[in-house]
């Protein structure tokens, strides 16, 4: 087994940037592919996070209504929900959403309740994956963008761009963002990605009291809209946009983004406006010309497509690993291994409900986040390490506080530098 990966970490592309919320898929198209996935996802990943280091936290959302026509609209979403197997939403008036949540704007119409939405740590939740897989013999081979495949009667061979060269029985396609790409190196056709931002704005700490729950909007078939939303490390996210692009590395913030943001964020949560912003950022969704999941199984070229996992792919994750064995099971010899054969990996939970390391003593290192010496040096001694100050980022929130490294770089740098014996210049992505 392998995992290929074309940049130097994993979960280095759409995983690190989207808006952390662990779907119930009460808003899935019915009997799409999508909400049978974000449904079985959801419950996959809810069970399996625990036990693993990722945090989550069951904090519910509530959809709220600003005019008549989406108030009109709730019981309509309330019936897709039970249509969807969520049978937990409830429309509600009013005074309830403002008794639940005091601190939002004024207008409100109506809402919707959806207990079951979770936070969940998005950065932990690929490097949980990467690690187990590592932990049960996977290889990992990064820096490796596989640039052809050559499928063969018994051996598909996958070439990096380098020259570098693997063979594989069967391959998974789980390339995000360039899923259509992989999927045409194989020959095949169906789908072309146009990538949908998102740009997001996250709200410091001090502002979190005044949020319970997340706070949905009404969603349309384009997008889910813009939500703002508490996040398992103690901040206010808002966000996310949705702009159809052409450019599949345009991970940058816009101004007008932003602005569009900060006008819904005013009036969904005018208190907000009056806190610090910790930082902003961007993802992007691989949207595609087709409303749902672009899954097929080739098995003449021993080839399965993940493609197209739009704006669910967090919550589906485990979902679609399943899928996936299933079609490798059904067309293609593979024989998974046994259940009590696969060893277990416990990564450090990163949510600010929960113990932190520094509680526990250690030399603190990043004082925003309260990240200490010994949590880099556990993230760089790591069986899936971090190699650069993002995937430190990513596996302790170093650099990911109030001062985004303004005060803590350089000692981070220099630490990591000392503990992997790499000049520290490659950590702080210097030339
Ligand atoms: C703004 C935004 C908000 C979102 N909010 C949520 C949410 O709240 N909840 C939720 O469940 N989902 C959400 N999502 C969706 C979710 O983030 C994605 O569906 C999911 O992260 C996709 O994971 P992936 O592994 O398919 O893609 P990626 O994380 O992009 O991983 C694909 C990997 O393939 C690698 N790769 C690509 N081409 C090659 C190649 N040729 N060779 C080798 N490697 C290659 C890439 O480097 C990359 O690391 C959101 C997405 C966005 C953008």
């Given at each position: 087994m392998a995992l290929v990966e074309a940049r130097n970490d994993v979960g280095a592309g759409t995983s690190k940037a989207n808006t952390a919320i662990l779907h119930t898929g009460f808003d899935a198209v019915p009997g799409s592919v999508e909400s049978r996935l974000v449904a079985r996802g959801y419950a996959l990943l809810r069970a399996y996070a625990p036990t693993v280091g990722i945090s989550v936290e069951e904090t519910g959302a509530v959809l709220v209504a600003w005019d008549d026509e989406q108030a009109a609209n709730l019981p309509t979403l309330e019936k897709k929900a039970a249509a969807n197997g969520y049978h937990h939403a409830e429309v509600v008036d009013p005074a309830t959403v403002r008794e639940m949540e005091p601190h939002l704007g004024d207008g409100i119409t109506g809402g919707m309740l959806v207990p079951g939405e979770h936070l969940i740590d998005p950065w932990s939740t690929p490097i949980a994956f990467a690690t187990e897989a590592v932990a049960n013999g996977c290889c990992l081979f990064t820096g490796f963008e596989i640039a052809n495949a050559v499928v063969g009667p018994e051996v598909t061979r996958l070439l990096a761009a380098d020259g570098r060269e693997i063979g594989a029985r069967f391959v998974v396609n789980a390339a995000g963002l360039h899923g259509d790409t992989v999927h045409r190196l194989f020959g095949f056709d169906g789908f072309t990605i146009r990538p949908r931002r998102g740009e997001l704005i996250v709200f410091d700490k001090l502002a979190r009291p005044l949020l319970g729950r997340t706070i949905l909007p009404v969603p349309t078939s384009h997008t889910k809209g813009v939500l703002v939303a508490p996040t398992v490390f103690g901040n206010i996210m808002l966000g996310p946009t949705a702009d159809d692009i052409d450019d599949r590395g345009a991970t940058g913030s816009t101004r007008s983004g932003l602005d569009g943001l900060l006008r819904k964020g005013h009036r969904i949560l005018?208190?907000?406006?009056?806190e610090e912003v910790t930082a902003v950022y961007a993802g992007l969704r691989a949207a595609t010309e087709h409303s749902d999941y672009q899954l097929s199984c080739e098995p003449s070229a021993r080839y399965i497509c993940l493609g197209g996992i739009r704006s669910t792919g967090l919550t589906s994750s485990m979902a679609l690993a399943e899928d996936a064995l299933a079609m490798l099971a059904t067309h293609m010899p593979a024989t998974p291994k046994a259940l009590d054969e696969l060893a277990t990996i416990r990564l450090t939970p990163l949510g600010e409900a929960g113990e932190r390391p520094y509680q526990r003593g250690g030399t603190v290192v990043c004082h925003c986040e309260r990240v200490t010496a010994e949590e880099i040096d556990a993230a760089i001694a790591a069986p899936v390490p971090a190699r650069d100050v993002d995937g430190l980022r990513r596996r302790t929130r170093a650099l990911a506080g109030r001062c985004q490294g303004f005060y803590c770089a350089a000692e981070v740098c220099a630490h990591a530098a000392v503990a992997s014996d790499r000049p520290m210049s490659e950590w702080m992505g210097l030339p």
């Open positions: 005018p208190a907000l406006m009056h």
